[in-house]
């Protein structure tokens, strides 16, 4: 059997400022510093030996798991940073106060935007240049994106990196973003498209997932 333990970064400062970020830049708040070490508190009181952890290439997810790590004498552990793990592209919303959004473009757009599976927010312009992205196809990098469009990214990765541990009895820490667990949650317990927007992952709040030997899910738990 294998555990798979998904986490949400800490509190952002544009959470706690209540703005869009996606894959923006920014750090994690004094809260959600706080956040990182309670889950390392958390993920002591149950059965889980990780043999690798998983983020994206943004602060505020790798900094949450620096913390999960040293507090948890983990910092040993293979990390790899991936640009498929990053929060869900919010387009030209990005930087924008998500009240001034409803009061521009109506509560109904906003929520379609925020939580449905398909519906894509207004994109950008042009492509951001940034050296973390350098390896990649520049098309790679998206002007914006849905839930679904970020599923395509997310869950390959999982396919190839993190399922194939599991199947050898690995447990496997993942320390990502919203939107992108909720594409992942979304594929592990086969949500259907029209019900993903009640699915909401909150900062800081292990979700512990068991499989047996042929990743068959056995049991979820949420620690708080």
Known sequence: MAKLVLVRHGESTANAENIYTGWTDVDLTTRGIQQAHEVARLLQGIIFYPTAVHTSVLIRAIKTANIICEDLNWLYLPITKTWRLNERHYGALRGHNKDDSRKEYGEHQVALWRRSFTAIPPLLAKRDHDRRYANI????????????????????????????????????????????????????????????????????????????????????????
Request: charged residues 25%; glycine residues 6%.
């Open 137 to 224: 196809d520049p098309f790679c990098v998206p002007l914006g994106e849905s839930l679904a469009m970020a599923s395509k990214r997310v869950l390959p990765y999982f396919q190839d990196k993190i399922a194939p541990a599991l199947l050898d009895g690995h447990d496997q820490l993942v320390v990502a973003h919203g939107s992108t667990l909720r594409a992942l949650i979304k594929y592990l317990e086969a949500i259907p498209d029209d019900q993903i927007d009640g699915v909401e992952v909150e900062n800081g709040q292990p979700i512990v997932y068991e499989y047996d030997e042929h990743l068959k899910l056995l049991r979820k738990d949420i620690l708080s």
